[in-house]
Each structure stands twice: as C-alpha cells, then as structure tokens.
T-cell receptor
Framework: DADVTQTPRNRITKTGKRIMLECSQTKGHDRMYWYRQDPGLGLRLIYYSFDVKDINKGEISDGYSVSRQAQAKFSLSLESAIPNQTALYFC???????????FGQGTRLTVV | QQQVKQSPQSLIVQKGGIPIINCAYENTAFDYFPWYQQFPGKGPALLIAIRPDVSEKKEGRFTISFNKSAKQFSLHIMDSQPGDSATYFCAASRGGTASKLTFGTGTRLQVTL
C-alpha cells in the first residue's frame, strides 16, 4: 500500500462545480502539503499544514481551500472550478526537521 | 517570479553519457537543495540533496555540484542508463528540511540506447 494516497486519481469536472481532492498518509508525519504541477512551471505550493490546527497559504492559494481533518488527512477543495485549474495535483508529507518529502501519485484534474 | 530557475527544459543523451542539469536560485536564505526524480504517472521522489556547507555530494552515479557564491547548483548523472529517463526537478528550501519546497521548472531527460 502507498504511504501517501490520493483520491481520485483522475477527475473531469465542469466549470463552476465544487470539487474535493483527498489525501491520506500512513507515515505518521505532521506536515502535509498540496502542490500543483503544470508543464513548464514545475511544482508550486498551494497550501501547507504543519499540524492539525495549522493551515498556511502557499504560493498560489487563490481559488483553493483546504481542510486538515486529522493528522493523516488533508483535503484540497476547489469551490468553483475554472479551466485554468486543469493540472496535476500532488499531496506530500514530511516529518519535522527531516529532509525528505514523500509524494502521492497525483490527481489529474481536468476542468471543462 | 521564478525563485529557482532550471535548465535545460529537455535533454537527450546516449547511454553512458553524462547529462548535466543546472539550477540557479535567488533567495540567499535557502539552505537546502534537493533533487527530485519523477517517472511518468508517479509522484516525485527524493534523489539526492546538498547543503551549502559543501561544494559537492555524490551518491552512486548521481552528483550535485554547488557554487554558493554564484547561487547555482547542478546535477550530473554518470554513465547514464535508459532507466534514468525521467523528469528531474531541482528545489530549495529554508531551514534545512523538506518543508515548503520551491521547485524549478523541471528537465525531461531521455537516455537513448
């Protein structure tokens, strides 16, 4: 089983719809992240959380919101999806004071 | 504003060649510089990382060279193999950990036979 699991893996949604991407981890890490990957732009940080009560905006948080339901769960919501939110989304985790981030397999989101 | 600039965007080398991927950063507060490797359909995975107190780090066939004064670092892959074909991302962060990584734009490497 994957240590960082994202659901769904693929999703097509219509403009204006609300959509939630979910992430769960079994690594026991406190820190969780949502990144967005676009061709030619690399990965950009959307939101991050250092513990259950901590939520922080990243580089590109406009149009997104998150919820940290438990240490192991971190979800990303698009309240009203728009086509330029079409991208590959990655959840990641890391432990405090550790060097390695662990990524899920990604969710490919298409907004039509 | 790209805080970590990466080049080239794509690279094709023959088996046994030594591809080199370069990155440059702006923020002098960065103190941790990892490279991540991503295969199609997978998430990025840590490959190798360096801190600015050393100029070079080797792990197997992978080497990072770091130039603090120039604010540049690069990845060299010795004796490249077709299995090294992947997208490589450089990254940087503050505080010496994987928290809040700032990524480069990625380099798609193809190693041909």
């Amino acid at each position: 089983d994957a240590d960082v699991t994202q659901t769904p893996r693929n999703r097509i949604t219509k403009t204006g719809k609300r959509i939630m991407l979910e992430c769960s981890q079994t690594k026991g890490h406190d820190r969780m992240y949502w990144y967005r990957q676009d061709p030619g732009l690399g990965l950009r940080l959307i939101y991050y959380s250092f513990d259950v009560k901590d939520i922080n905006k990243g580089e590109i948080s406009d149009g997104y919101s998150v919820s940290r339901q438990a240490q192991a769960k971190f979800s990303l919501s698009l309240e009203s999806a728009i086509p330029n939110q079409t991208a590959l989304y990655f959840c990641a985790t890391s432990a405090k004071d550790k060097e390695q981030a662990f990524f899920g397999q990604g969710t490919r989101l298409t907004v039509v | 504003q790209q805080q970590v600039k990466q080049s080239p965007q794509s690279l094709i080398v023959q088996k046994g060649g030594i591809p080199i991927i370069n990155c440059a950063y702006e923020n002098t507060a960065f103190d941790y510089f990892p490279w991540y490797q991503q295969f199609p359909g997978k998430g990025p995975a840590l490959l190798i990382a360096i801190r600015p107190d050393v100029s070079e780090k080797k792990e197997g066939r992978f080497t990072i060279s770091f130039n603090k004064s120039a604010k540049q670092f690069s990845l060299h892959i010795m004796d490249s193999q077709p299995g090294d074909s992947a997208t490589y991302f450089c990254a940087a962060s503050r505080g010496g950990t994987a928290s809040k990584l700032t990524f480069g734009t990625g380099t798609r490497l193809q190693v041909t036979l």
